[in-house]
């Protein structure tokens, strides 16, 4: 399962815009993506209300994960990975604000 943990850098968390932003970005990459953090069950990433109804504020961390069997037939896990590492590094730049 190709998992990565990122440091949200919204100064607003991924609420609004960049909620929008980053499940818009979790869609084009056609990934099952699940985000989640500490205290809560992971949720659809794909998903703009789950994302912004879970409370992902600026500084904490979040997990983001794609279960191996639910990996469109198109996709290897490398390049599953490399989706991940992306929108990884979306949340860490903080472009998604």
């Known amino acids: 399962m190709p ?7 919204s100064p607003i968390g991924l609420h609004a815009r960049p909620a929008a932003v980053f499940v818009r970005a979790v869609t ?3 990934l099952p993506v699940r985000i989640g953090k500490e ?8 998903s703009l209300l789950e994302v912004m109804t879970a409370d992902f504020y600026c500084g904490c961390e979040v997990e983001l994960s794609v279960e ?3 990996l469109p037939a198109r996709y290897s896990l490398e390049s599953a990975e490399a989706a991940l ?5 979306l949340l ?6």
């Open 3 to 9: 998992v990565r943990k990122a440091i949200v850098q």
């Open 28 to 30: 084009e990459s056609g």
């Open 39 to 46: 205290g809560i069950l992971p949720v659809d990433a794909r």
């Open 68 to 70: 191996a069997e639910a």
């Open 85 to 89: 590492e992306g929108l990884t590094l």
């Open 92 to 97: 860490e730049s903080g472009a998604a604000a």
